[in-house]
């Protein structure tokens, strides 16, 4: 889910698109759509076998350029299935990134896909700064990976409890991180650090110390200032950077993702 300035849009697990609660476009048959990502000139859906499709005039067409992207004969899953497209963000320049599972982060501007972040870095999933050109961050099984000019990476996991990341959202001065010591863990753990630099600070204070599986993607939120993690049935949030949390929501279905 995610909003545009024409209200809000959403797959389902039907292969179908809605705007503002209204179905307005179904996806090709064999199609699972997985994320999807408003833009100034299209609605990017993600999906399985690492396919981008656009939506425009209600039509729904995968992406000629993004099913020809460079390396995409070396993308995999450890599981032997087909890669996805498992998340996506645009930087304050409306630049898109790509998130593919397991293919690393491709950047998709005017000049084509190209790929970032490499295969090896296991993302899970990609955030770009509000208001920082080209400052991108990526949740990866060796830590946080970073970039202020949305091609070179490093990686930072310094104070974190064990390196493999799922989440991740990010504000004006800092990123926030869910770690745990894997992707089938009992021991996952949300943290904050500074933009480019700094040990990673765990966050508590009204959350869990310690919960029994992965903060997973799309389950961290940053926006108006408030910062919001969905775990289980259960939503809290921090209107003061992470320092203290309360429970807002509670007894809910299984959270999938925060928007």
């Not at 859906?45 to 020809?68: H, K, T, W, Y």
């Not at 993308?75 to 690393?104: K, Q």
Request: glycine residues 12%; contains cysteine; hydrophobic residues 40%.
């Amino acid at each position: 889910m995610a909003r545009a300035e024409d209200g809000w849009w959403a797959v389902d697990g039907k292969a179908r698109v809605h705007n503002d609660g209204a179905v307005v476009a179904t996806m090709p048959e064999g199609t699972t759509p997985l994320c999807i990502q408003p833009t100034r000139e299209t609605i990017w859906i993600g999906a399985n076998q690492a396919r981008l499709f656009g939506f425009e005039d209600g039509v729904v067409a995968e992406d000629e350029f993004f099913a020809d992207a460079p390396g995409r004969d070396t993308w995999y899953t450890p599981w032997g299935a087909p890669a996805d497209v498992r998340s996506m963000t645009l930087d304050a320049d409306h630049t898109l990134y790509v998130n593919v599972h397991v293919g690393g982060v491709l950047r998709y501007d005017n000049t084509g896909v190209i790929p970032t972040l490499e295969v090896g870095a296991d993302a899970h999933q990609v955030a770009a700064h509000p208001t920082r050109q080209g400052a991108v961050f990526a949740a990866t099984a060796y830590g946080l990976a970073q970039t202020s000019n949305g091609h070179d990476y490093q990686t930072r996991s310094s104070g974190l409890h064990a390196s493999y990341c799922r989440a991740v959202a990010v504000t004006e001065d800092m990123v926030i991180v869910s770690a745990s010591t894997g992707p089938s863990t009992t021991r996952g753990r949300l943290y904050r650090t500074g933009l480019w630099e700094g040990g990673f600070e765990p966050l508590g204070s009204g959350l869990p110390d310690w919960f029994d599986d992965n903060v997973d993607s799309h389950c961290v939120l940053a926006t108006g200032g408030d910062l919001y993690v969905g775990f289980g049935d259960t939503i809290w949030q921090s209107d003061d950077a992470g320092d203290t949390w309360q429970e807002i929501a509670g007894q809910l279905p299984r959270i999938t993702c925060l928007a």
